[in-house]
Protein backbone atom coordinates (compact mmCIF):
# COMPACT_ATOMS: atom_id res chain seq x y z
CA UNK A 1 0.00 0.00 0.00
CA UNK A 2 1.05 3.52 -0.90
CA UNK A 3 0.48 4.36 2.76
CA UNK A 4 3.73 5.21 4.18
CA UNK A 5 4.13 8.58 6.21
CA UNK A 6 1.39 6.86 9.23
CA UNK A 7 3.91 5.69 11.84
CA UNK A 8 1.45 3.70 13.63
CA UNK A 9 3.24 2.31 17.33
CA UNK A 10 4.00 -1.21 17.90
CA UNK A 11 1.10 -2.22 20.54
CA UNK A 12 -1.19 -2.42 17.41
CA UNK A 13 0.85 -5.12 16.66
CA UNK A 14 -0.75 -7.18 19.59
CA UNK A 15 -4.19 -6.72 19.39
CA UNK A 16 -5.52 -10.06 18.30
CA UNK A 17 -5.21 -10.47 15.24
CA UNK A 18 -7.83 -13.34 15.59
CA UNK A 19 -8.11 -14.10 12.04
CA UNK A 20 -5.29 -12.99 10.89
CA UNK A 21 -6.60 -10.17 8.36
CA UNK A 22 -4.86 -7.44 10.03
CA UNK A 23 -1.25 -8.67 10.44
CA UNK A 24 -1.08 -8.74 6.89
CA UNK A 25 -2.71 -5.82 5.83
CA UNK A 26 0.18 -4.07 8.78
CA UNK A 27 3.07 -5.81 7.62
CA UNK A 28 2.20 -5.06 3.75
CA UNK A 29 1.83 -1.51 4.60
CA UNK A 30 4.50 -0.47 7.42
CA UNK A 31 7.12 -3.35 7.29
CA UNK A 32 9.81 -1.42 8.25
CA UNK A 33 8.36 1.41 9.38
CA UNK A 34 7.56 1.02 13.15
CA UNK A 35 9.43 3.82 14.80
CA UNK A 36 10.39 3.68 18.84
CA UNK A 37 8.08 4.67 21.78
CA UNK A 38 8.81 6.87 24.80
CA UNK A 39 6.70 8.61 27.93
CA UNK A 40 5.89 12.05 28.35
CA UNK A 41 3.06 13.91 30.10
CA UNK A 42 2.25 17.44 28.11
CA UNK A 43 -0.40 19.15 26.81
CA UNK A 44 -3.28 16.75 28.97
CA UNK A 45 -2.99 14.18 26.56
CA UNK A 46 -2.12 10.76 27.25
CA UNK A 47 1.59 9.85 27.43
CA UNK A 48 3.06 7.17 25.31
CA UNK A 49 4.48 9.40 22.29
CA UNK A 50 6.38 7.76 19.12
CA UNK A 51 9.73 10.10 18.40
CA UNK A 52 10.10 10.94 14.55
CA UNK A 53 12.87 9.74 12.64
CA UNK A 54 15.70 11.50 14.45
CA UNK A 55 14.51 10.99 18.27
CA UNK A 56 13.10 13.94 19.07
CA UNK A 57 9.84 14.41 20.29
CA UNK A 58 7.07 16.18 18.27
CA UNK A 59 5.55 19.15 19.77
CA UNK A 60 1.99 17.40 20.48
CA UNK A 61 0.52 20.56 22.12
CA UNK A 62 0.81 22.27 18.99
CA UNK A 63 0.20 19.43 16.71
CA UNK A 64 -3.59 19.71 18.47
CA UNK A 65 -4.03 22.97 18.40
CA UNK A 66 -3.15 23.98 15.08
CA UNK A 67 -5.88 21.45 13.78
CA UNK A 68 -8.68 22.63 16.22
CA UNK A 69 -7.29 26.44 14.59
CA UNK A 70 -7.61 24.99 11.48
CA UNK A 71 -10.35 23.19 10.89
CA UNK A 72 -10.27 22.93 6.87
CA UNK A 73 -6.80 21.98 6.36
CA UNK A 74 -6.66 18.03 5.57
CA UNK A 75 -2.90 17.76 7.03
CA UNK A 76 -3.76 18.92 10.35
CA UNK A 77 -6.11 17.03 10.80
CA UNK A 78 -4.13 14.02 9.29
CA UNK A 79 -1.64 15.20 11.62
CA UNK A 80 -3.79 15.18 15.23
CA UNK A 81 -4.77 12.03 14.32
CA UNK A 82 -1.45 10.43 13.84
CA UNK A 83 -0.70 11.19 17.20
CA UNK A 84 -3.93 9.56 19.07
CA UNK A 85 -3.24 6.83 16.50
CA UNK A 86 0.37 6.20 17.96
CA UNK A 87 -0.78 6.37 21.62
CA UNK A 88 -3.84 4.01 20.85
CA UNK A 89 -6.53 6.65 21.60
CA UNK A 90 -9.16 5.47 18.64
CA UNK A 91 -11.85 8.18 20.35
CA UNK A 92 -9.86 10.82 19.40
CA UNK A 93 -8.64 9.35 16.41
CA UNK A 94 -11.55 9.28 14.74
CA UNK A 95 -12.87 12.93 15.61
CA UNK A 96 -10.25 14.27 13.70
CA UNK A 97 -9.97 11.88 11.06
CA UNK A 98 -13.95 12.25 10.25
CA UNK A 99 -12.73 16.06 9.91
CA UNK A 100 -10.23 15.63 7.48
CA UNK A 101 -13.12 13.28 5.63
CA UNK A 102 -15.63 15.96 4.94
CA UNK A 103 -13.09 19.02 4.16
CA UNK A 104 -13.01 18.68 0.48
CA UNK A 105 -13.15 16.13 -2.06
CA UNK A 106 -10.18 14.29 -1.81
CA UNK A 107 -7.54 12.83 -4.06
CA UNK A 108 -6.76 9.24 -4.61
CA UNK A 109 -3.68 9.09 -1.76
CA UNK A 110 -5.85 11.39 0.48
CA UNK A 111 -8.72 8.50 0.59
CA UNK A 112 -6.05 5.68 0.91
CA UNK A 113 -4.79 7.88 4.08
CA UNK A 114 -8.33 7.63 5.23
CA UNK A 115 -9.16 4.60 4.54
CA UNK A 116 -5.80 3.07 5.95
CA UNK A 117 -5.79 5.25 9.30
CA UNK A 118 -9.67 3.81 10.09
CA UNK A 119 -8.42 0.31 9.08
CA UNK A 120 -5.56 0.57 11.71
CA UNK A 121 -8.16 1.57 14.16
CA UNK A 122 -10.17 -1.43 12.83
CA UNK A 123 -12.64 0.53 11.99
CA UNK A 124 -13.19 -1.43 8.74
CA UNK A 125 -16.88 -0.21 8.14
CA UNK A 126 -15.61 3.34 8.51
CA UNK A 127 -12.38 2.42 6.30
CA UNK A 128 -14.45 1.04 3.16
CA UNK A 129 -16.05 3.75 1.81
CA UNK A 130 -12.45 5.52 0.98
CA UNK A 131 -11.03 2.51 -0.43
CA UNK A 132 -14.01 2.15 -2.82
CA UNK A 133 -13.71 5.56 -3.90
CA UNK A 134 -10.22 5.66 -4.18
CA UNK A 135 -10.27 1.80 -6.37
CA UNK A 136 -13.12 3.88 -8.59
CA UNK A 137 -10.02 6.66 -9.38
CA UNK A 138 -7.25 3.65 -9.49
CA UNK A 139 -9.04 0.34 -9.96
CA UNK A 140 -5.38 -1.90 -10.83
CA UNK A 141 -4.38 -1.05 -7.13
CA UNK A 142 -3.85 -3.87 -6.11
CA UNK A 143 -2.96 -2.86 -2.38
CA UNK A 144 -6.36 -1.13 -2.10
CA UNK A 145 -8.51 -3.67 -3.74
CA UNK A 146 -6.88 -6.15 -1.24
CA UNK A 147 -7.57 -3.69 2.00
CA UNK A 148 -10.85 -3.31 1.01
CA UNK A 149 -11.66 -6.80 0.90
CA UNK A 150 -10.30 -7.41 4.20
CA UNK A 151 -13.00 -4.54 5.30
CA UNK A 152 -15.85 -6.93 4.06
CA UNK A 153 -14.48 -10.00 5.45
CA UNK A 154 -14.06 -8.32 8.61
CA UNK A 155 -16.69 -5.74 8.97
CA UNK A 156 -19.98 -6.03 10.87
CA UNK A 157 -21.86 -7.67 9.52
CA UNK A 158 -18.54 -9.82 8.01
CA UNK A 159 -19.46 -10.05 4.04
CA UNK A 160 -17.04 -12.73 3.64
CA UNK A 161 -17.98 -13.85 0.18
CA UNK A 162 -17.63 -9.47 -1.19
CA UNK A 163 -13.92 -9.73 0.64
CA UNK A 164 -13.07 -13.06 -1.55
CA UNK A 165 -14.00 -11.31 -4.71
CA UNK A 166 -11.59 -8.22 -3.90
CA UNK A 167 -9.01 -10.71 -3.15
CA UNK A 168 -9.91 -12.76 -6.67
CA UNK A 169 -9.58 -9.15 -8.29
CA UNK A 170 -6.73 -8.29 -6.83
CA UNK A 171 -4.79 -11.33 -7.98
CA UNK A 172 -5.82 -10.85 -11.53
CA UNK A 173 -3.51 -8.42 -11.49
CA UNK A 174 -0.91 -9.04 -9.30
CA UNK A 175 -1.32 -13.04 -8.96
CA UNK A 176 1.14 -13.70 -6.23
CA UNK A 177 0.56 -10.71 -4.19
CA UNK A 178 1.50 -12.32 -0.89
CA UNK A 179 -0.73 -10.34 1.70
CA UNK A 180 -3.67 -11.14 -0.80
CA UNK A 181 -3.43 -14.62 -0.70
CA UNK A 182 -2.98 -15.52 2.78
CA UNK A 183 -6.47 -13.14 3.55
CA UNK A 184 -7.93 -14.72 0.72
CA UNK A 185 -7.07 -17.68 2.17
CA UNK A 186 -8.44 -17.05 5.92
CA UNK A 187 -11.45 -15.85 4.32
CA UNK A 188 -12.11 -19.33 2.92
CA UNK A 189 -11.49 -20.92 6.30
CA UNK A 190 -13.88 -17.97 7.43
CA UNK A 191 -16.94 -19.69 5.36
CA UNK A 192 -15.61 -23.01 5.30
CA UNK A 193 -14.01 -23.70 2.00
CA UNK A 194 -10.85 -25.49 3.15
CA UNK A 195 -10.53 -27.04 0.05
CA UNK A 196 -10.28 -23.60 -1.91
CA UNK A 197 -8.14 -22.45 1.26
CA UNK A 198 -5.62 -25.34 0.75
CA UNK A 199 -5.51 -24.63 -2.98
CA UNK A 200 -4.38 -20.67 -1.97
CA UNK A 201 -2.31 -22.00 0.60
CA UNK A 202 -0.30 -24.08 -2.51
CA UNK A 203 -0.22 -20.85 -4.14
CA UNK A 204 1.08 -19.12 -1.40
CA UNK A 205 3.48 -21.49 -0.73
CA UNK A 206 4.90 -21.27 -4.43
CA UNK A 207 5.16 -17.56 -4.45
CA UNK A 208 7.11 -17.28 -1.34
CA UNK A 209 7.86 -20.58 0.34
CA UNK A 210 9.40 -19.56 3.73
CA UNK A 211 7.18 -16.26 3.98
CA UNK A 212 5.35 -16.26 7.40
CA UNK A 213 2.00 -15.70 6.13
CA UNK A 214 1.80 -18.98 4.48
CA UNK A 215 2.97 -20.64 7.81
CA UNK A 216 0.09 -18.52 9.33
CA UNK A 217 -1.91 -19.67 6.71
CA UNK A 218 -1.08 -23.43 7.21
CA UNK A 219 -1.44 -23.37 10.84
CA UNK A 220 -4.51 -21.90 10.73
CA UNK A 221 -6.10 -24.59 8.03
CA UNK A 222 -4.64 -27.32 10.20
CA UNK A 223 -6.96 -25.79 13.27
CA UNK A 224 -10.13 -24.89 11.18
CA UNK A 225 -10.13 -28.52 9.25
CA UNK A 226 -13.19 -30.24 11.06
Not at 101 to 116: D, M, S
Amino acid sequence: MNFKHLSIGSGLLVIGFASGFILSNFLNRNSGNLEPTTSLSSAGTDAKIVTDSNGMLPDIAAVIDAARNQPNDFDAQMKAAELYIQIQRSDRAIEFLDKAAVIRKLNFEELVTLGNSYFDLREYNRARPFYEKAKGLNPTDVDVRADLGATYVEGQPSEAQKGIKEYTEALKIKPNHEPTLHNLGMAQIKIGDYAGASKTLLRLEAAAPNNELAKRLRDAISAAKP
